[in-house]
């Protein structure tokens, strides 16, 4: 659930919905835009829900996130994010690309496919490192080994 505040709506504002959002049991996450202010609901919405939202000062309206991954949805940061890795910004304005291959099987083959996926153009290259497999004579991956590669 986000509640989307008035444009103009005070510090004071913005903290009585925090307050009334933990004091239900739930965390607050807030987005500050140039024109809104938006105030995201983590936990048991339904506690929160059944509180009035109609009189309180500041509150435009109230939606529902039915998505479940709250924190990444545009409904409650419209304006995206920006995750930096190892100095890689995903979700800015450049597309960024990511490859490698789906098992690291040896030293030697995880460097050629770095070749290869830096000639590409990808910018992070990628392996797995433990693969479940339904048999457990199939190829598990090198596990730990793996990742310090």
């Given at each position: 659930m986000?509640v ?5 709506a ?9 307050e ?15 024109e ?7 936990g048991?919405?339904?506690k929160v ?5 109609a009189?309180v ?11 479940p ?5 545009r ?12 100095g890689?910004?995903i979700?800015?304005p450049?597309?960024?690309?990511m490859?490698?291959?789906?098992t690291?099987?040896?030293r030697?083959?995880l ?20 693969k479940?497999?339904t048999s457990?004579?199939?190829?598990q991956g ?5 990742l310090?590669l």
């Amino acid at each position: 659930m986000i509640v989307i505040l008035k444009p103009g709506a005070s510090e004071a504002q913005v903290r009585h919905v925090i307050e009334r959002i933990e004091a239900a049991g739930c965390r607050a996450h807030i987005s500050k835009g140039e024109e809104l202010t938006i105030v995201g609901c983590i936990g048991d919405e339904a506690k929160v829900e059944r509180l009035s939202w109609a009189a309180v000062p500041g509150v435009e309206r109230v939606e529902r996130i039915t998505k479940p991954y709250k924190l990444a949805t545009r409904q409650l940061r419209p304006k995206g994010s920006v995750v930096d890795v190892a100095g890689v910004k995903i979700g800015g304005p450049e597309l960024i690309l990511m490859a490698g291959p789906c098992t690291v099987e040896n030293r030697e083959m995880l460097f050629d496919a770095a070749k290869a996926v830096k000639k590409a153009g990808a910018k992070i290259l990628r392996g797995g490192a433990f693969k479940p497999r339904t048999s457990p004579y199939d190829f598990q991956g090198l596990g730990e080994e793996g990742l310090k590669l």
